[in-house]
């Protein structure tokens, strides 16, 4: 068995401790997409190689395995400042955690890390290359359950932060024998993911892909000049931004741009802090922490600060010029909005920014790796210049394929301006072919122009009946046409010995054939901003869009409290040196504000609020949040509208990878859209009909990648039950793997066919089976009485809102006797500190069978393990020996310890 995997008996339980793990330590009571798939998979020791955008849970994948199997994860980090947030973030989930690297000041790190004393364990490349071979030796017997490459693209030549450390990580490999190596990247192309995979010679991996997109970031482009007139725009609108709330990161492409911008906010009064490579080590380590800890707001930075910044409510990114490529683009606007709430990413550029391909060029070492840079700048380039959609652009980019346009960019969302273009299009066109397709776009512009320098005249292009018929638009607005005719295919680019040459398609050829021919597109802002000759910003200015605000579910009196919370989080976190975020998140506080929790044992019932959060926290914001509440005439335990409170929209055809093809797609619209029969929809324009297994597979396809579904008319129609489901999961366990399909189905009824165990799959991998199902028994439990089978949502509706016809007098926070308390039989006390052990079974001491049951912790615990969760008004009637205000009491303790947690409206064990 390999060393980095559990036993066949913990595989069979390990789907249980995997959520326990989640709730206790990060507060969340389901996994993400592909998060369960993958932290399984680790957990049988296979390699992994993981692409999901950021923001989307990458890092919870490695956190969970070693909380699990109790073994250290060990995870190799490009950055010191990023290790350092992350460690900093885990500490407060309560899990030990360290990093070792050049910074570490406290030396018995090391030795401690040795002996398996932590559960992550961070490391950059060159001290994981370095550390002696007797190190590993000893961490493998104390026990390493993982070995994980964050930044996974940096290993790759062709990815666009290559490190050369990065690829001698595989020699680790003799060391940790059996211990799965997981690589996790955001940023990947099919090239990228192929070298990954060979240079860490991962052996038959798991490859999980998940979407690119990031539905909560608004994307937009203005270009600009770099004249301070612009700069003080700029300010102004960042200034806007700072008084909404949330942290905003500038890029710069140069240290002298970050210097001129950094020195404007300064002098416009705003806090903001610097970083580029030319700054001591020091400098830029007190700058990094002075912004995690929300000392200041704005960071003004080179691409030197890039990947190193864990910070999860970043509200803006603005790139001023344009970014070298489109991969690192995408990596540095993901550090917005890593919490899920709506954000803004703006890129300025100006035409200068795409004479930078030479210098961008010359870091590479051969023509291949030039031509792999210039391709990726152009790419970029043209990302600029776009006048669709940004974010269809953004993933197609990517591999992934999108249906329709995305409504949450500049470019969607702003008036569309269009024009038949058809003679300025056959003038460009028409100089272009003139000039032999040997230049880029600036000869044939000039042309247009009427320029007379010497290279025309010695090439007699001033001799061309089109020369001097462009002058009505500026240099600029030909070039934006230009850019478009390329976006539209009537002109192509080819780069050859690093220039890039322009020439007319066969389909622009067969444009200027056709002659007179209309020609309608839709304006870029550029080219509308060179018609105007004013500031190219949009008149209606600020970097946040309506669409942002307008999805902020909240009432004004609500935000007052959030904003007093963020003030309450921001004391608590000076108070103990960390940074604000590390306590809680900003999604989190919005709940706060919207449900208003009264008690410890209902604020831990929200998700993020984990046990290290409910010991050290709950009893101050309990306190403040019933304080404010008062002042703002605010009600308490309020929890309607929180669904959709803060929520951001979701496209139902959203995020559709390459693999989803048209077919795909349309067998799951037909289905959720247009609720067809999987029959219907296997005839559908078809001349021969397909399976209606394979319509079925389509389906999960689409709902694997993100698309919705309604999950009770599919299980309904497909057959699968809860107690089918508890069948094939307890094959599963016996089985001990998901591996192969036949071994699990010799162990099922012949009425379970194969169809069936691959829907059970991808509905448990999604999280979905214990939503849909409630409290039925899909873990593999015995199935449950008539008593404990019926929906919980009654019982939890009567602790939540209280029953006016049974007053309960409800403790509030939870203090440190509540968290501590256990049954009077056996007088042990449980620190709210440490993790919480499964209580053994209590010995029924010859009772009568008609003696009423009373209620003890203990007791408590052993019914809702046996019936897989219970409601409240099961377990008041379970226990008619006692009076319901103790059994609410001691429900109320059990989750202020975290011994239990709430799910579907029923008592889980954790």
């Known amino acids: ?77 490009p950055l010191l400042s990023l290790m350092q947030d992350q460690v900093m973030s885990l500490k407060q989930h309560g899990v030990r955690s360290e990093y070792l690297g050049s910074t570490q000041m406290n030396s018995s790190v090391s030795s401690e890390a040795e002996k398996g004393m932590y559960d992550v364990l961070y490391m950059t490349p060159e001290k994981a290359i370095a550390l002696p071979s007797r190190f590993w030796s000893n961490l493998q017997a104390s026990g390493i359950c993982l070995f994980a490459i964050d930044e996974a693209h940096c290993i790759s030549e062709w990815g666009h932060d290559f490190r050369p450390e990065y690829k001698q990580l595989h020699l680790l490999r003799e060391h940790l024998l059996g211990v799965p190596f997981v690589a996790l990247t ?151 909005g890593r919490d899920g709430l709506p954000s803004v990413c703006w890129l300025y550029y100006q035409r200068s920014d795409f004479a930078k391909a030479d210098f961008y060029c010359s870091e590479a070492t051969n023509a291949t790796q030039k031509n792999a840079i210039m391709d990726s700048f152009m790419a970029a380039q043209k990302y600029c210049l776009l006048a669709t959609c940004r974010r269809k652009s953004l993933l197609q980019y990517f591999g992934e394929e999108r249906y329709t346009d995305c409504g949450n960019c500049d470019n969607c969302t702003g008036t569309k301006n269009e024009r038949d273009l058809s003679k300025e299009s056959f003038l460009l066109l028409s100089c272009v072919k003139s000039c032999g397709g040997r230049w880029g776009l600036n000869m044939p512009v000039d042309v247009l122009r009427g320029s007379r320098v010497k290279k025309i005249v010695e090439k007699n292009y001033d001799k061309l009946p089109m020369h001097a018929m462009g002058k009505d638009y500026p240099p600029n607005w030909w070039k934006a046409l230009g850019s478009l005719l390329m976006a539209h295919g009537y002109l192509k680019e080819t780069v050859s010995d690093g220039f890039r040459l322009v020439s007319v398609s066969p389909k622009g050829v067969k444009f200027l054939s056709d002659g007179g021919t209309p020609l309608v597109l839709q304006l870029t802002a550029e080219m509308i901003g060179q018609e105007e000759q004013g500031s190219l910003q949009n008149k209606e200015g600020g970097l946040n869009p309506s669409t942002t605000a307008e999805s902020e579910k909240i009432s004004e009196e609500e935000l007052k409290l959030y904003q007093m919370l963020l003030n309450v989080r921001m004391k608590l976190a000076q108070d103990i040196g960390t940074a604000p975020y590390a306590i809680c998140g900003d999604q989190t506080l919005r709940h706060f504000a919207k449900i208003r929790p009264s008690t410890g044992a209902r604020l831990a019932n929200i998700d993020g609020v984990n046990q290290h959060f409910i010991s050290r926290y709950s009893g101050t914001f309990v306190q403040n949040i019933a ?92 057959g699968l039950t809860p107690e089918i489901a508890s069948q094939i999961r307890l094959a599963i366990a016996k089985v001990g793997s998901r591996e192969r399909l036949k071994p699990i189905k010799e162990e099922l009824p012949e009425n379970i066919t194969y169809e069936m165990i691959k829907i059970f799959f991808a509905a448990d991998d999604l999280g979905v089976l214990e939503k849909t199902f409630g409290n039925a028994p899909t873990d593999g439990s015995p199935a449950q009485t008539a008593e404990s089978a019926k929906p919980c949502s009654h019982g939890s509706e009567a602790l939540e809102k209280g029953d006016p016809g049974d007053p309960v007098i409800i403790s509030g926070a939870c203090d440190s006797s509540a968290a501590t308390k256990r049954s009077q039989t056996d007088g042990t006390l449980l620190s709210a500190d440490e993790p919480v052990k499964k209580l053994q079974k209590i010995e029924e001491q010859g009772t009568e069978p008609t003696t009423a049951n ?56 954790l």
């Open 1 to 77: 068995q390999p060393s980095g995997s559990i036993s066949p008996r913990g595989a069979r339980r390990s789907g249980a401790a995997m959520e326990a793990a989640l709730k206790r330590y990060f507060g969340y009571t389901g996994f993400r997409p592909y998060q369960r798939e993958i932290v399984d998979t680790i957990m049988q020791g296979r390699d992994c190689l993981v692409v999901m955008a950021t923001g989307s849970g990458k890092s919870m994948c490695y956190q969970i395995p070693p909380l699990v199997a109790k073994k250290t994860a060990v995870v190799v980090s």
């Open 854 to 909: 009373v209620a003890t912790e203990d007791a408590i615990l052993e019914l809702a393990a046996s019936r897989n969760g219970v409601s409240l008004e099961d377990a008041v009637k379970h226990f008619s020996g006692s009076k319901r205000e103790s059994v609410v009491e001691m429900l109320e303790s059990l989750r202020c310890s975290f011994a239990v947690y709430m799910k579907n409206g029923c008592y889980l064990v």
């Open 186 to 336: 955001a940023t990947a192309t099919e090239r990228v993911r192929g070298d990954i995979a060979n240079s860490l010679n991962l052996s038959n991996p798991h490859v999980a892909i998940g979407s690119f997109d990031r539905p909560n970031l608004f994307y937009g482009v203005k270009s600009c000049n770099r004249s301070m007139s612009f700069i003080s725009e700029l300010v102004q609108d960042v200034s806007k931004n700072c008084t909404v709330g949330g942290s905003t990161i500038i890029y710069c492409t140069t240290i002298r741009d970050t210097e001129q911008v950094h020195e404007a906010m300064i002098a416009a009064g705003i806090k903001a802090n610097i970083y580029h490579g030319k700054m001591g080590s020091k400098a830029r380590e007190e700058s990094h922490r002075s912004f995690v800890r929300d000392e200041v707001l704005v960071m003004v930075a080179t691409i030197a600060f890039g990947m190193g910044i864990d910070k999860p409510d970043v509200r803006c990114v603005i790139h001023y010029g344009c970014p070298k490529s489109l991969e690192s683009y995408y990596q540095e606007s993901g550090r917005c």
């Open 627 to 718: 304080q404010f509440s008062k002042q703002l005439n605010l009600s308490l335990d309020d929890s309607s509208g929180v669904e959709d409170m803060m929520s951001v929209p979701k496209p139902v055809n959203n995020s559709l990878p390459r693999n989803l093809g048209d077919a795909k797609f349309t067998s799951w619209e037909l289905w959720q859209k247009q609720e067809y029969s999987f029959k219907k929809i296997a005839h559908f324009r078809r001349a021969v009909p397909i399976k209606e297994q394979t319509v079925i597979s389509y389906i999960l396809d689409a709902a694997r990648d993100g698309c919705e579904m309604n999950w009770n008319r599919f299980f309904e129609e497909t």
